[in-house]
């Protein structure tokens, strides 16, 4: 076949729930109508995002048909080198789909969304997992002919359409199709389902691919590590006081982190739990020296010292899952149309450890020391759901949620202090002679994440290692030692990486 009879060729990788099929028949329905013989083929992906369905296409306009009128025979799979467009759901698809070899700089239109939706690996991860938007970038940049990017997520949500008219949107804004507008448009039309909803969403989606061309990336790529989502607001009768404070008592480049702190803690708990974190901060900012230029060690413990502060216990988990907000999140997520019903079950499966924690500490001491009174907690161990699309297992959860209010008192508070105060008495105790070496004791803490078995594995790695820092201090190489076993500690969660690591640098805990 010459090269002018060869078939344009276009491969979708999408997430579930995002429309790839639907894209898909509209892609045919839009050939057939502009005079192109098309075959598309899915492949479908693993469910919980850990791949996506790739979808591919090949069309071949019948005015190139020979004066036999045979039909060229097309592939069912894009093969690498030779893929015309390649067009991206989500960002991390477009790694994927350079690794494949798909993308190409000699040929290949690279159209994608730049929003991410957290693979079950990255959310899995002890330590951060995410991959990084900026070396995808690098690589998307390089490995395409021409890169349309921008947040077709947002768009859709913003025009009130789906992901799916975004995305057919970005095709025909891209230009890479030699079809009209209109077999576009009709064939959406076609489609009969949702057809005002999806124009509006597909002329956003176009108009966003022509600004891409015209002016580089429509949507500024979040940096590895930045956050992606709004901190939690203050509530009306703090924000003065507590930014007020903020902005007395702390250095400019500080105050960013630790406003998102106050209001964390403040949702957590209360204004004065959010004091408490401000009061524990300020002990570590005294600790730097003038002229440093950063205060390092009083971000890195501020930013550790709010996670461990919110530390996650049944009562959160209940706040969480009843606030405000959550059902149209969850509708969103489901994508359910308006009018339809969406029924939601938590399912729960709490440990005899975790119910004894949320008892008054005394009794809860208790509880945990005797045999019978465990065996008789036993019995409410069992996994089970709760319906909060129901008013009875909204209640339940909400009851658990206002015990907020007792949480002072409660065993997994009082516990989860006394640690934290050993924790920054040891950063303070260290820093005056290895301040590199405190900052990573503060890294330190994210170790400790989650609740039952990942939290106990958590807490007994940092224990172990905590307890080897003391006699790294003033070594010349006591902080790289130390970010070397947190390192391992975080590479996999039975501990064997941690024991071998310390093995090999030959340490043992100081008395």
Not at 158 to 183: D, M, N, Q, Y
Not at 231 to 254: G, Y
Request: net charge positive; glycine share 10%.
């Amino acid at each position: 076949m010459a090269a002018a009879q060869r078939p344009i060729t276009l491969s979708i990788a999408a997430l579930g729930g995002q429309g790839g099929g639907v894209v898909t028949d509209w892609l045919v329905l839009a050939a057939r109508r502009a005079g192109y013989i098309v075959q598309a083929t899915s492949v479908p992906g693993v469910a919980q995002r850990t791949g996506a369905t790739i979808y591919y296409l090949e069309f071949f306009a019948q005015s190139a048909l020979g004066a036999d009128g045979r039909e060229p025979i097309l592939a069912l799979m894009p093969s690498p080198g030779d893929v015309d467009i390649v067009v991206a759901s989500e960002w991390v698809e477009v790694g994927r789909a350079i690794n494949r070899g798909l993308v190409t700089p000699d040929r290949t239109t690279l159209i994608a969304s730049t929003h991410r939706d957290y693979t079950i690996s990255e959310k899995m991860a002890l330590g951060d997992g995410r991959a990084n938007s900026q070396n995808i970038l690098a690589g998307a940049t390089a490995a395409a002919a021409r890169l349309i990017a921008f947040d077709m997520a947002a768009i859709a949500e913003k025009s009130g359409g789906r992901i799916s008219a975004v995305i057919f949107g970005a095709i025909a804004g891209a230009g890479v199709l030699p079809w009209t507008l209109e077999h576009f448009h009709e064939a959406i039309r076609e489609s009969g389902i949702g057809v005002e909803p999806s124009l509006a969403a597909f002329e956003v989606g176009r108009q966003a691919a022509l600004a891409a061309i015209g002016g580089g990336l429509a949507t500024v790529i979040p940096a590895a590590g930045e956050a992606q989502s709004p901190a939690a607001p203050f509530s009306t009768a703090l924000a003065a006081a507590l930014r007020q404070r903020i902005a007395a008592q702390f250095p400019a480049e500080l105050q960013g982190v630790l406003s998102r702190a106050a209001a964390r803690l403040s949702d957590y708990q209360d204004a004065a739990y959010a004091s408490l974190f401000l009061e524990r901060v300020a002990q570590i900012l005294a600790l730097e020296t003038p002229g440093r230029g950063s205060a390092q060690l009083t971000a890195v413990t501020a930013r550790s010292l709010a996670l461990w502060m919110s530390f996650e216990d049944v009562i959160r988990v209940a706040q969480v899952k009843t606030r405000a907000g959550r059902p149209e999140q969850i509708r969103q997520e489901v994508r359910a149309n308006p009018g339809e019903l969406v029924r939601v079950s938590e399912f729960v499966k709490p440990r005899v450890e975790e119910i004894c924690a949320t008892l008054p500490a005394g009794l809860g001491r208790f509880m945990l020391g005797s045999t019978r009174a465990k065996r008789i907690l036993s019995c409410f161990t069992a996994g089970r759901q709760i319906p909060t699309s129901r008013i009875g297992g909204f209640a339940l959860l909400r009851c658990i949620a206002g015990l907020r209010r007792f949480r002072r008192a409660t065993l997994r508070f009082q516990t989860e202090q006394e640690r934290i105060e050993l924790w920054l008495q040891q950063i303070r105790s260290v820093a005056a002679a290895d301040y590199a070496l405190a900052v990573e004791i503060a890294e330190c803490q994210n170790l400790v994440k989650g609740y039952g078995d990942t939290h106990e594995r958590g807490w007994r790695s940092f224990s172990e290692i905590c307890a080897l820092a003391a006699g790294l201090a003033g070594t010349s190489k006591g902080a790289q030692q130390l970010r070397a076993l947190r390192e391992a500690a975080l590479a996999d969660d039975t501990g064997a990486r941690l024991g071998q690591a310390i093995a090999g640098l030959k340490l043992s805990a100081s008395v």
